[in-house]
Structure formats: C-alpha cells, structure tokens
C-alpha cells in the first residue's frame, strides 16, 4: 500500500498562513501526482490543488488561487500546501492524495492521507 501523511494543520487567525505537509513513500516520487482536497463541515470533499509528478505543472481551485502554492520535493518524498491569507471559508480538513495524472475529481486518486484539521478564526 502507498502511506500518505499529512501534518501541519492547526488553528489560526484570518489573514494568517499554514504550510501542510504530506509524506509519501519514495517510490511514489517518480510515479505519481500528488494533490490536496478539503472537506469544510457538512460539505463534500472539494479539490484545492494538484502537481505533476516531477513538479512542472500545478493546478489550482479558482477559490484558492493567489493564495495557496501546491509545491513537491521528491528527494525528500514531500508535498507541501502554503496557505496564506486565511478565511474562515478555509476551515476544512484536509487531505493528501496520490493519482496518475493531475485531475481535480476525487475519483482521478488511488491513495489517500488521513487528513490534517484546519480552523481559522474571525
């Protein structure tokens, strides 16, 4: 099985940042996108953002574009969301997910995290 990991949720004022991280085992490195769901309470899982496998191209939820950079270190068999500018709109758990190619539906990724929380407060 391929284990993902996030860490770095956390409770935070509007306007502050968070950087989340997911690790994933290194033969998922070379082989898989990576990407970040959210899921606010009471609602669906939505897509926030996504990367290509060697990191050339990412894509981007229009309610999180400008604020959010979706990164990966593959030496360090990393993914990193930067969440700048919080809004309370934001609070949602969030999740980790490995695919072939870098889709925004949740069915498009075999693997999943377990989720990180993240609250921001008015």
């Known amino acids: 099985q391929v284990q993902l990991v996030e860490s770095g949720g956390g409770s935070v004022q509007a306007g502050g940042s968070l950087r989340l991280s997911c690790a994933y085992p290194r033969r998922t490195a070379s082989t898989y996108a990576m990407a970040w769901f959210r899921q606010p309470p009471g609602k669906e899982r939505e897509f926030v953002a996504t990367?290509?496998?060697?990191?050339?191209?990412?894509y981007y939820a229009d309610s999180v574009k400008g604020r959010f950079t979706i990164s990966r270190d593959n030496v360090r068999n990393t993914v990193y969301l930067q969440m700048n500018s919080l809004n309370v709109e934001d609070t949602a758990n969030y999740y980790c997910?490995?695919?072939?190619?870098?889709?925004?539906?949740?069915?498009?990724?075999?693997?999943w995290g377990q989720g990180t929380q993240v609250t921001v407060s008015s």
């Open positions: 997910a490995a695919g072939g190619r870098t889709l925004r539906t949740v069915e498009a990724y075999n693997y």
């Open positions: 990367i290509s496998r060697n990191g050339d191209s990412t």
